[in-house]
C-alpha cells in the first residue's frame, strides 16, 4: 500500500493512521483517505493499467487496499453502451450507459465490497458485516463467502423477496430488522461498537468503502478514450457514490491520466418517496433534513443519508442538479429503459432514467453535452415493481387463426 498516506477529517482535517476508523474523535466528520499523488503520476500510466485484470483491480494504484490477494469476483470494468435510441426519446445527442447490471451479484455494489473486504482482511478482520437496503447485503454474503469469512447482515423486514434469497443463498447469517434502512443502521452502529473485530463495510470501514465507488469514473473515461464526460446522472442514496464519482474523475487529472479541462458537472436522482438530498438543493439549503422513506426503489431508500450534504457540494459547484420522481416515473423509467436499449434495470435505474429525462425536458442536461448515465443494479432483483405491467400480451389457444387474431403482425415487420 505505498500510495496511502493515512486518513484525514473532511471536515476539520485532522490526520489519522490508516486504520479501521471512520469518525473524527475531535469534530465527528467523517475520514478520508489521503493519498500520495506525487507517487502515483510517478507510477500510473495508461499502458499500466491496459495490462491489468478486466476489474477494478486494474486501478489498484488509485485504491486504498493492495491488489495482491484481492477479495475478488470479478467486479468492473461493466460495458459502457451508447445509447442513441434512448437519447433520441429524451432528445439528447450523446448519451451513454455505464451497465453496472452485469456485476457479479448484479449490482455496483461488488465495486465497493470487493475494496472494503480487501481492505479488511489486510487489517485482520475475520467477520463482514453490513447494514443493507438489498444489493450489499448480497454482495457482502457472496464476498465473504469468497474470502472464507463469516457474514452478518443485516436489512429492513419489508425488503422485495429477490434480494432476501440471493442473500441467504450465500450461507451467512441474515438478520431482517423490523423497521427502516436508517433503523437498522442506527442498530449496527451500535454493534460496530459491540463487536470492534467484526469489519462493518459501511461502518467501520466506510472510508476504504467508499473509495471503490471512483471506478465508476476511471473506468468511463477509460472506456471513452480517456476523456471525461460532460454530464453524468447518478442515482442518490447515501450520496457516497455521486461524490466519489466525482472524486474519480478530479484523481485522473491530478496523476496525469486525462487532461486537465472543465470539471464534469454531476446531477443526482432521487425516489420522490425519499429526497432528502433533492429536496435541500431545490430549497436552496445547505442541509439535509432526514425523511421517512415511502418508495418502491428501497435501494435508495436512506432518510437520512450520511453525504447528503457532501452530495449537495459537488452537484452545486459542478453546475449540476438534484431532482426526485415519483414511484409511477420510476417505472416507466425501467420500461423506457428496457425497450429503447435493451437493459433491464431494479428500481434505482428506473430512477436514473426518469431523472435524466425530467432533466432534460428542464434543460438541465442538454443536447451538446456528451451524458453518461449511472444504471447500477439488475432488474432481476425488483421484480415487483413491474409486475403489473410486465406480462404476455396475448393468452391464446393453440391455432393459427388465434395466432393472427392476437399478434399484430404489421408492428413485428
Not at 420522481?325 to 435493451?342: C, P, W, Y
Request: hydrophobic residues 45%; aromatic residues 6%; glycine residues 10%.
Amino acid at each position: 500500500m505505498p500510495f496511502v498516506e493515512g486518513l484525514r477529517c473532511r471536515e476539520c482535517a485532522r490526520p489519522y493512521p490508516a486504520e479501521a476508523l471512520h469518525v473524527c474523535e475531535w469534530c465527528f466528520g467523517p475520514l478520508e483517505v489521503v493519498y500520495d499523488y506525487e507517487a502515483i503520476a510517478a507510477s500510473v500510466s495508461r499502458e499500466r493499467i491496459a495490462a491489468g485484470p478486466l476489474t477494478i483491480w486494474r486501478y489498484a494504484d488509485l485504491l486504498p487496499a493492495r491488489p495482491d490477494g484481492a477479495v475478488d469476483l470479478g467486479a468492473g470494468f461493466t460495458p459502457l453502451v451508447r445509447a442513441d435510441r434512448l437519447a433520441a426519446e429524451l432528445g439528447l445527442g450523446e448519451l451513454w450507459l455505464k451497465n453496472d447490471t452485469l456485476n457479479p451479484t448484479g449490482s455496483f455494489k461488488d465495486r465497493v465490497v470487493s475494496v472494503a473486504l480487501t481492505k479488511a482482511r489486510e487489517l485482520g478482520f475475520k467477520v463482514a458485516a453490513c447494514a443493507s437496503t438489498g444489493n450489499l447485503a448480497n454482495s457482502v454474503a457472496a464476498h465473504a463467502a469468497r474470502a472464507g469469512m463469516a457474514s452478518v447482515v443485516c436489512i429492513p423486514s419489508d425488503l422485495e423477496p429477490g434480494k432476501v434469497i440471493t442473500t441467504a443463498i450465500f450461507g451467512g447469517q441474515l438478520i431482517a430488522i423490523d423497521g427502516t434502512y436508517d433503523d437498522v443502521n442506527r442498530l449496527c452502529a451500535e454493534l460496530a461498537g459491540e463487536h470492534t473485530d467484526w469489519a462493518f463495510v459501511n461502518v467501520n470501514v466506510r472510508t476504504y468503502y467508499a473509495e471503490g465507488s471512483k471506478t465508476l469514473a476511471f473506468e468511463v473515461a477509460e472506456q471513452l478514450g480517456w476523456e471525461v464526460p460532460d454530464h453524468v446522472v447518478v442515482p442518490v442514496a447515501s450520496g457516497s457514490q455521486l461524490t466519489k464519482i466525482a472524486k474519480g474523475f478530479a484523481e485522473l487529472a491530478t496523476v496525469g491520466l486525462i487532461e486537465p479541462g472543465p470539471t464534469v458537472r454531476v446531477s443526482g436522482a432521487q425516489a420522490a418517496g425519499c429526497s432528502p438530498v433533492a429536496t435541500a438543493f431545490e430549497a436552496g439549503a445547505d442541509f439535509v433534513t432526514p425523511v421517512r422513506p415511502d418508495t418502491i426503489a428501497k435501494s435508495l431508500a436512506i432518510g437520512n443519508p450520511a453525504d447528503g450534504v457532501y452530495a449537495l457540494d459537488v452537484v452545486r459547484s459542478s453546475g449540476g442538479a438534484l431532482a426526485s420522481v415519483t414511484d409511477d416515473e420510476i417505472v416507466e423509467g425501467i420500461s423506457l429503459l428496457a425497450r429503447t436499449e435493451g437493459i433491464f434495470a431494479e428500481t434505482a435505474g428506473g430512477v436514473t432514467v426518469a431523472t435524466l429525462a425530467k432533466l432534460a425536458a428542464q434543460g438541465v442536461v442538454r443536447s451538446d453535452e456528451r451524458v453518461v448515465a449511472y444504471i447500477t443494479g439488475n432488474g432481476l432483483k425488483t421484480i415487483d415493481a413491474v409486475a403489473h405491467r410486465a406480462k404476455p400480451t396475448a393468452t391464446i389457444a393453440p391455432t393459427l387463426a388465434a395466432f393472427d387474431a392476437a399478434v399484430d403482425l404489421a408492428g413485428v415487420r
